[in-house]
T-cell receptor, first 113, second 106 residues
Framework: KAGVTQTPRYLIKTRGQQVTLSCSPISGHRSVSWYQQTPGQGLQFLFEYFSETQRNKGNFPGRFSGRQFSNSRSEMNVSTLELGDSALYLC????????????FGSGTQLSVL | GIQVEQSPPDLILQEGANSTLRCNFSDSVNNLQWFHQNPWGQLINLFYIPSGTKQNGRLSATTVATERYSLLYISSSQTTDSGVYFCAVGGYQFYFGTGTSLTVIP
């Protein structure tokens, strides 16, 4: 069974641009969540989707958004990029969220110049 | 949100040594997991352990939910064990500790 797949692996953008990251969960997993990892703030929760609905949202500005498709694949979008958005963005999937194991993808390393 | 504290922050071991990593959390949780982040950034799930004890090879973990802490034991450490170990608690939303950076030297 394939693991969680994130694309692209690396991205370089400039301030003010927008970016879209993609995540394909493990087959059969319906919950997808996103995390941002930075050296200063560590791992922080962005949002979680289940059955195309955002079920939980972390404390990030509205420039960060996401969506989930009917096949459980998810995308997250960051608009009007700032230097501080440079981070490793990690996607995780589980069967339905809650009391289950979480499986992470390899992440997308975003650099904002 | 839930506060998660991990100790020690850094650990350097000789190959073959044993170690214990600790995770304290501030509120009752129904989901606790341990992860290993390798040098390439991949987070590998080691244990799903909201309570009790589990073992997987040289690794074992114990969570005492009533006292809000969890321990990860690494025995006979190998250089491939190097990396950062994270404890995460929550459910639909996970709160991560700041990690324990482990370096195993040959």
């Amino acid at each position: 069974k394939a693991g969680v797949t994130q694309t692209p692996r690396y991205l370089i953008k400039t301030r003010g641009q927008q970016v879209t990251l993609s995540c394909s969960p493990i087959s059969g997993h319906r919950s997808v969540s996103w995390y941002q990892q930075t050296p200063g703030q560590g791992l922080q929760f962005l949002f979680e989707y289940f059955s195309e609905t955002q079920r939980n949202k972390g404390n990030f500005p509205g420039r960060f958004s996401g969506r989930q498709f009917s096949n459980s694949r998810s995308e997250m979008n960051v608009s009007t990029l700032e230097l501080g958005d440079s981070a490793l963005y990690l996607c995780a999937s589980s069967l339905s969220g809650g009391r289950e194991k979480l499986f992470f993808g390899s992440g997308t390393q975003l650099s904002v110049l | 949100g839930i506060q998660v504290e991990q100790s020690p922050p850094d650990l350097i071991l000789q190959e073959g040594a044993n170690s214990t990593l600790r995770c304290n959390f501030s509120d009752s949780v129904n989901n606790l997991q341990w992860f290993h982040q390798n040098p390439w950034g991949q987070l590998i799930n080691l244990f799903y352990i909201p309570s009790g004890t589990k073992q997987n090879g040289r690794l074992s973990a114990t969570t005492v939910a009533t006292e809000r802490y969890s321990l990860l034991y690494i025995s006979s450490s190998q250089t491939t064990d190097s990396g950062v170990y994270f404890c995460a608690v929550g459910g639909y939303q996970f709160y991560f500790g700041t990690g324990t950076s482990l370096t195993v030297i040959p």
